[in-house]
């Protein structure tokens, strides 16, 4: 019985401390916190265009499939236009590739109407599933850190010359065989 009160209270007391190491990271306030909230509403929509994307795949659902593509052709030109991604050269980057990436689907799935439009789409669905990937990593700052130049291999000592070889004493000339006898 008290050791199920004693796990009890230690479960609790817990859970409180995560709650609150999480709600002091949750307050943790961007300096510019109209920006950051644009950004991360931004990222937010393209992860939800993403998953869309991804599950009208999975469900072979060509017209949903279709419905995202004009939902990421309208919310790539908001990026493109807004003024707060003029400098993020990867943001629009990625934004451009994605809305030529949409369109391009767009027109080739109004042309491949067949049996399976989608499976002959396949390679160009995963390229803009991970451009979008991409644009939220670009959106949020995520993505890996540059590498620092690797610093140059300190003073190495020179390699000391080779002494030249000393002068060798001539060898004598070898004597002579001696006459072989005759049987």
């Known amino acids: 019985m008290k050791t199920t009160v004693s ?3 230690t479960a609790l007391f817990t859970s409180a401390a995560l709650v609150a ?4 990271m949750a307050t943790a306030v961007p300096v510019d916190r109209e920006h950051a909230s644009v ?6 929509d393209v992860q939800y265009l993403h998953d869309q994307l991804a599950q009208a795949v999975e469900d072979d659902d060509v017209e949903a499939v279709d419905g995202v593509l004009g939902q990421i052709d309208r919310t790539m030109q908001v990026i493109l236009t807004a003024e707060q991604y003029e400098r993020a050269a990867a943001v629009r980057a990625d934004a451009e590739k994605a809305r030529d990436l949409g369109t391009r689907l767009q027109a080739k799935l109004t042309q491949a109407r067949g049996d399976d439009p989608l499976a002959t789409l396949n390679g160009l669905i995963q390229t803009l599933l991970a451009t979008l990937s991409a644009l939220v990593d670009n959106l949020l700052g995520g993505g890996t850190p540059g590498v620092p130049d690797v610093p140059g291999v300190p003073g190495v000592p020179d390699v000391p010359e080779v002494p030249e070889t000393p002068d060798l004493p001539e060898v004598p000339e070898a004597p002579g065989l001696p006459p072989a006898p005759l049987p």
Do not use: E, L
């Open 7 to 9: 796990r009890v209270v």
């Open 21 to 24: 190491g999480g709600i002091g």
């Open 39 to 44: 950004i991360t509403s931004t990222a937010d």
